[in-house]
Structure formats: structure tokens, C-alpha cells
């Protein structure tokens, strides 16, 4: 697939997730009408946040706050609570959007903010509260102890 066309595909999980949160009443507030709910993007492990720029853009073009949160790359662990501190000092609805890694972290970031009102995952894995990716894999040629059981070796000369 084509850059334009993932910027495309993820423009419209996106619209659509902030258009469910946009709807959906909140707990202990009255929504405003014509309130749009804060975006807020998780690049994966292999970018940064520039890999967002045209899903950004598209979608303050069309009224919405945008935030592009960096991961240290620390580990799930780390980046979690450090996306989950940033996301308490929101006020409003959050569309919470993970590429890839940052599925992992959306996950355990979102976990007690009342406000965050949708998870999209974007080409990432939907792990619960706490699960690994290696637990999601089970099963996968990379979860094997001894690769020679799935894969093909090849000798290399002088190597």
C-alpha cells in the first residue's frame, strides 16, 4: 500500500473513532454541541511523530486539537505512564490513536482516564491491560525457542 493511501486508510479510522466519541455522552458532563474530542497520536517503535503529519493535518483542517506524542522508546512499561501523565492533563474527550508499538502503549496508557473515549489501533497490536506482544504471538514463527524448527538455514561461505 501506497503512502497516500495508508494516510488515507488511517485519516478514516480515525474520523470515524472521533466521530463515535464525539457522540457518546460522558460521564458527569453535559456535552456541548460541536465539541470535538482531542486526537491524540502514538507513532510506532520504527518512527516518529512526523510519520503522522498528513492524518494531522487532515484532521485540524477539519477543527480538531491534535497532539503527537513522542515514545521515549523506554519500553511499553515506561511509555505508558508517561503517555497516561500527559493524557491527565487533557480536559475533554480523547481519541486515543496508536500506530503499530503504539498500540502497546495506548492500551496501558488509557487505563483509569475517564475522558479517553476511543482506542484506535492502526496496523498495531490490541493487547489488555498488561499482555505483551510476545504473548499475542504465540504461535508465530518468532515465538519458536529453536527457529530451525520453522525456518531454513543458509550456509554462508567464509561467513
Given at each position: 500500500m501506497n503512502t497516500k493511501a495508508k494516510i488515507a486508510v488511517a485519516s478514516a479510522a480515525v474520523a470515524g473513532a472521533?466521530?463515535?466519541?464525539?457522540?457518546a455522552p460522558s460521564a458527569g458532563a453535559s456535552p456541548v454541541p460541536g465539541d470535538k474530542p482531542t486526537v491524540v497520536l502514538v507513532h510506532g517503535a520504527w518512527a516518529d511523530g512526523s510519520s503522522w503529519a498528513g492524518v494531522t493535518a487532515r484532521l485540524q483542517d477539519e477543527g480538531y486539537t491534535v497532539d503527537v506524542v513522542p515514545d521515549t522508546l523506554r519500553g511499553v512499561a515506561t511509555d505508558s505512564a508517561n503517555l497516561h501523565a500527559f493524557l491527565e492533563t487533557i480536559t475533554g474527550p480523547i481519541v486515543l490513536v496508536g500506530h503499530s508499538y503504539g498500540g502497546m502503549v495506548i492500551s496501558n496508557a488509557?487505563?483509569?482516564?475517564?475522558?479517553?473515549?476511543?482506542?484506535?489501533?492502526?496496523?498495531?497490536?490490541?493487547?489488555?491491560?498488561?499482555?505483551?506482544?510476545?504473548?499475542?504471538?504465540?504461535?508465530s514463527a518468532l515465538a519458536v525457542k529453536d527457529p530451525s524448527t520453522v525456518f531454513n538455514t543458509v550456509s554462508i561461505p567464509n561467513g
Open positions: 472521533v466521530g463515535l466519541a464525539a457522540a488509557a487505563v483509569g482516564v475517564t475522558n479517553v473515549k476511543s482506542l484506535v489501533y492502526v496496523d498495531a497490536f490490541i493487547p489488555d491491560e498488561g499482555e505483551s506482544a510476545g504473548q499475542l504471538s504465540t504461535g
